[in-house]
């Protein structure tokens, strides 16, 4: 079955301390990866798309990176505006009589910056 | 482009009552999606259509659940006979068929008590 897994759960950070968000996937073939950021009581707000092993996005202070097996979610020198929670999502090619609409989920990072 | 919009943004109602979620896709984009997010857990998919066709349904919508898209615009979700394990963040998301982004609405806040 077709699995995301997200890493940490939580992180607390510094304003200015970088780090990375940890995805790791399981699908029978990746058509395209999605992170997407999420505030309190909010819906998705889409950030990245990435479709192959090796490809980068940036914005802003966010970089996503993927490989065969996990993508990161690159943050630097975070400000507190960047708390929120980051989510990833796969959609994998059709099989099984699936289409190609639906994204899997991970369970999320919540991450907090403070001053 | 002003989003995708759902109505209503809360809905409180009693067990055994039945509820309507309305969303409005972006204007141009043939595919939608439903979501069910619940405290702690990323989205999980319920439903998609393109155009108006209900392509694919997750396990997740029993027979309580049905949702339209009735001349492929706007999309209502249905839940008959509501039990407390209904109690979620209804997600609705749009597409182009052209593209891979989905891009969501503000969610649906349910609560059955």
């Known amino acids: 079955e077709d699995q995301v897994t997200q890493s940490p759960e939580a992180l607390r950070l510094q304003e200015g301390e970088s780090s990375s968000l940890n995805c790791s996937y399981t699908?029978?073939?990746?058509?395209?990866l999605f992170w997407y950021r999420q505030d309190p009581g909010k819906g998705p707000e889409f950030l990245f798309t990435l479709y192959s092993a090796g490809e980068e996005k940036e914005k802003e202070r966010l970089k996503a990176t993927l490989t065969k097996k996990e993508s990161f979610l690159h943050i630097t020198a975070p400000k507190p505006e960047d708390s929120a929670t980051y989510l990833c999502?796969?959609?994998?090619?059709?099989?099984?009589?699936?289409?190609?609409?639906?994204?899997?989920f991970g369970r999320g990072t919540q991450l907090t910056v403070w001053p | 482009d002003t989003g995708v919009s759902q109505n209503p943004r809360h809905k409180i109602t009693k067990r055994g009552q039945n509820v309507t979620f309305r969303c409005d896709p972006i204007s141009e984009h043939n595919r939608l999606y439903w979501y069910r997010q619940t405290l702690g857990q990323g989205p999980e998919f319920l439903t998609y259509?393109?155009?108006?066709?209900?392509?694919?349904k997750s396990r997740l919508l029993s027979d309580r659940f049905s949702a339209e898209r009735p001349k492929g615009s706007f999309s209502t979700l249905e839940i008959q006979r509501t039990e407390q394990g209904d109690s979620a963040m209804y997600l609705c998301?749009?597409?182009?068929?052209?593209?891979?982004?989905?891009?969501f609405g503000p969610g649906t806040r349910l609560t059955v008590t």
């Open positions: 259509f393109q155009n108006e066709a209900q392509l694919e």
């Open positions: 998301a749009s597409s182009l068929q052209t593209s891979r982004e989905q891009y």
């Open positions: 699908v029978s073939g990746l058509r395209g």
């Open positions: 999502a796969v959609q994998a090619t059709a099989d099984r009589g699936s289409t190609l609409g639906r994204l899997y």
